[in-house]
């Protein structure tokens, strides 16, 4: 699976951004699909998951009611709708694609697939 994010970029605090990830390949719609991000300094942490039917989400705590995870199986993508942006969630936004573990969702060396990454400031 080849994942393509796009969609990043620079918005002031307290607003809006959304963030795309393409899947193409061998059966993207099948693979539950995650979003990290990794801060300059900081090491890669888990955002949001939703499963291959998208009828199951999980949320870090620190997202958990701004951010929201969705997907669309007929375009192979998986959109975060990002709101009420902080500074801290600046950082290099990935998306990853796998059959992991629900309950290990959370963890980097759950997920095979990974895009490139897509950048997201938020500038106080």
């Known amino acids: 699976v080849q994942l393509q994010a796009c969609g990043g970029g620079l918005v002031q605090a307290g607003g809006s951004l959304s963030v795309s990830c393409a899947a193409s390949g061998r059966t993207g719609s099948s693979y539950d699909m995650g979003w990290f991000r990794q801060a300059p300094g900081k090491e890669r942490e888990y955002v949001a998951g939703?499963?291959?039917?998208?009828?199951?989400?999980y949320y870090a705590d620190s997202v958990k009611g701004r951010f929201t995870i969705s997907r669309d199986n007929g375009k192979n993508t998986v959109y975060l709708q990002m709101n009420s942006l902080k500074p801290e969630d600046t950082a290099v936004y990935y998306c990853?694609?796998?059959?992991?573990?629900?309950?290990?969702?959370?963890?980097?060396?759950?997920?095979?697939?990974w895009g490139q990454g897509t950048l997201v400031t938020v500038s106080s």
């Open positions: 990853a694609a796998d059959r992991p573990l629900r309950s290990s969702w959370y963890r980097t060396a759950s997920w095979g697939f």
């Open positions: 939703i499963s291959w039917s998208g009828g199951s989400t």
